[in-house]
């Protein structure tokens, strides 16, 4: 029915009550903004190309230039879209709540566009430049064909963590101690298949925090927590802040 609300009350109250909340969003709160997921990005001349083989260090070892056409198409796809109204909604819950850590799965830079401060991104940002030797991320040239790092001249590739390669320990520290601390756990549009992203729910439930999803089709975690909202970011999101700030 037009009008029915979609969030709990007792969420709400958990959320005001809370004293740390910890949210982890994912695909699918970008693909509301037309950011297509992973491994459905591939069109055109991508069709002949999977995803995972395009995201390794091998990979970019074998051909740094095609894999630079392959991001820089992404970059574009990305640069289109714009924060929808989960996003804007997580900056807004941020200022209401006295403490709120936000965690991502997603590259796209998208929650800082919307307004959202210090987000941890567990696979890095499609806008980075890094510097495939030392790792540290630079400002160079991303138009060239193959950029290269000014300090020490090596290649330079795009700041996302590929297939194979660990998630940056700060982030992981970060979600970890976050998880088990918290009062209460938002997992919003993620699958919850991939860890350790994935584990931080069950920390967070393991440590006694109450722990909510909101995915438009429920994952196998809808079954042992306390709130499932079968709904999208968007539109449960703005409804839990507009509940929190009455």
């Given at each position: 029915?037009?009008?029915?609300?979609?969030?709990?009350?007792?969420?709400?109250?958990?959320?005001?009550?809370?004293?740390?909340?910890?949210?982890?969003?994912?695909a699918?709160?970008?693909?509301?903004?037309?950011?297509?997921?992973?491994?459905?990005?591939?069109?055109?001349?991508?069709?002949?190309?999977?995803?995972?083989?395009?995201?390794?260090?091998?990979?970019?070892?074998?051909?740094?230039?095609?894999?630079?056409?392959?991001?820089?198409?992404?970059?574009?796809?990305?640069?289109?879209?714009?924060?929808?109204?989960?996003?804007?909604?997580?900056?807004?819950?941020?200022?209401?709540?006295?403490?709120?850590?936000?965690?991502?799965?997603?590259?796209?830079?998208?929650?800082?566009?919307?307004?959202?401060?210090a987000?941890?991104?567990?696979?890095?940002?499609?806008?980075?430049?890094?510097?495939?030797?030392?790792?540290?991320?630079?400002?160079?040239?991303?138009?060239?064909?193959?950029?290269?790092?000014?300090?020490?001249?090596?290649?330079?590739?795009?700041?996302?963590?590929?297939?194979?390669?660990?998630?940056?320990?700060?982030?992981?520290?970060?979600?970890?101690?976050?998880?088990?601390?918290?009062?209460?756990?938002?997992?919003?549009?993620?699958?919850?298949?991939?860890?350790?992203?994935?584990?931080?729910?069950?920390?967070?439930?393991?440590?006694?925090?109450?722990?909510?999803?909101?995915?438009?089709?429920p994952?196998?975690?809808?079954?042992?927590?306390?709130?499932?909202?079968?709904?999208?970011?968007?539109?449960?999101?703005?409804?839990?802040?507009?509940?929190?700030?009455?």
């Open positions: 029915m037009p009008g029915t609300r979609v969030v709990p009350a007792a969420l709400v109250t958990a959320l005001r009550n809370a004293r740390s909340v910890c949210v982890l969003t994912g699918g709160i970008s693909a509301e903004s037309g950011v297509p997921t992973f491994r459905d990005a591939q069109t055109g001349f991508w069709q002949r190309f999977k995803a995972e083989d395009l995201a390794t260090p091998e990979a970019f070892r074998r051909d740094p230039a095609l894999i630079w056409r392959w991001y820089r198409w992404r970059r574009e796809l990305v640069r289109q879209a714009q924060p929808n109204a989960g996003h804007l909604a997580l900056a807004k819950l941020g200022s209401l709540l006295p403490r709120l850590t936000l965690i991502t799965q997603n590259v796209d830079g998208l929650h800082q566009r919307a307004g959202s401060t987000v941890t991104e567990f696979h890095g940002n499609i806008f980075a430049d890094r510097c495939f030797v030392e790792g540290r991320i630079v400002a160079c040239d991303s138009d060239a064909d193959v950029p290269r790092c000014p300090a020490c001249g090596s290649h330079v590739r795009p700041g996302v963590v590929w297939f194979g390669e660990a998630i940056p320990q700060q982030a992981l520290d970060t979600a970890f101690a976050t998880a088990s601390a918290c009062d209460a756990f938002l997992s919003v549009g993620t699958s919850s298949l991939v860890y350790p992203a994935a584990g931080l729910a069950e920390i967070a439930a393991a440590a006694g925090a109450v722990v909510a999803e909101i995915n438009p089709q994952t196998h975690l809808a079954a042992n927590i306390d709130f499932a909202i079968a709904a999208p970011a968007g539109v449960a999101l703005p409804e839990l802040v507009d509940s929190l700030s009455r």
